[in-house]
């Protein structure tokens, strides 16, 4: 199954708009995809090199699709 981090995870842990965007832009993914879409766990977990920033929020979205 294909674990999808939505803009909605991140909230959930608290994370701001703000921050979310800067993460991303370090990470090199792509912040209107990003709230259009979501991105695929694996995905975001490769390209942030395991940040725990990243991890919390593949957390929630994994105890969510289960």
């Keep these: 199954m294909t674990v999808i981090v939505t803009p909605a995870h991140c909230r959930a842990l608290g994370y701001c708009a703000r921050g979310v965007r800067a993460a991303l832009a370090r990470w090199g993914v ?37």
């Design 30 to 66: 792509d912040y209107s995809k990003f709230l259009a879409e979501g991105v695929r766990a694996d995905e975001l977990l490769s390209a942030s090199n395991n940040d725990s920033m990243a991890l919390a929020a593949v957390e929630v979205a994994r105890g969510e699709q289960q």
